[in-house]
């Protein structure tokens, strides 16, 4: 009975509010967070493409322990963590959608409040929430195609996959969602927690700001040049 009151009046028995909100928002910066970092390192996985077709598989490889256990059975690692990473995923998302307006007079207000600050954070929110929305439907995709087909993570297979189907426009808008989302983000996440904010909040803001856009534009870049590395590959395996 507790529990059904607190949910209607967002307030315990005993008068005091309820702290389910607050434990909310700090599970969807962790799992935020989590997902900013890992995407990062992904990244950096991805472009090993840059390097060379066998680099890359070497360390597809390695990741899968496949050193230990040469078998195509070490694929199951890559399903296991990506499934992981789909359940964050979710919960994360599900957790954001708290935060966006559900009927149009909640629109309405937030658009004359944006209109009415003028302020970079709340256009920064409006993309963050745009990106958020695409991810939710081409991320999903693409890690649920990592979880079934995880023994097929090559350069060659993942070049015919860039190739087929104009898949490499799926990657492409993937691409810009993942890091204009994840960068801004990590971005509002160290406004929020007060993260590097040293003894002048402003200023420091605006180092935040400017770090953001460059590692936007660095992630972006290197992703770029990865997706055209394996459409690369692709093209020459599909000439053959």
Known sequence: ???????????????????????????????????????????????????????????????????????????????????????????????????????????????????????????????????????????SAHLIFVITNADKISDAMSGDRVISHFMWLFYAVLLVCVELHGSIGLYRLCVKWGWFEGKNAKESRKKLKVAKWVISIFFLALGILSLLAFVKIGLANYQI
């Open 1 to 139: 009975m507790s529990g059904l009151i607190e949910g209607y009046l967002g307030k315990s028995i005993e008068g005091k509010k309820s702290k389910m909100p607050a434990k909310l928002d700090f599970i969807q910066s962790a799992s935020g967070l989590f997902l900013g970092l890992f995407m990062w390192a992904h990244m950096f996985f991805v472009s090993t493409i840059l390097v060379s077709g066998d680099f890359f598989n070497s360390v597809v490889h390695f990741l899968e322990l496949k050193f230990v256990y040469n078998n195509p059975i070490m694929s199951y690692i890559t399903s296991f963590l990506a499934t992981c990473v789909l359940v964050i995923f979710f919960v994360h998302a599900l957790l954001a959608m708290r935060k966006f307006p559900i009927n149009y007079r909640q629109y309405q207000i937030l658009r004359v409040h944006a209109k009415t600050m003028k302020h970079s954070d709340t256009s920064l929110w409006w993309v963050q929430a745009l990106t958020g929305f695409l991810m939710f439907f081409l991320g």
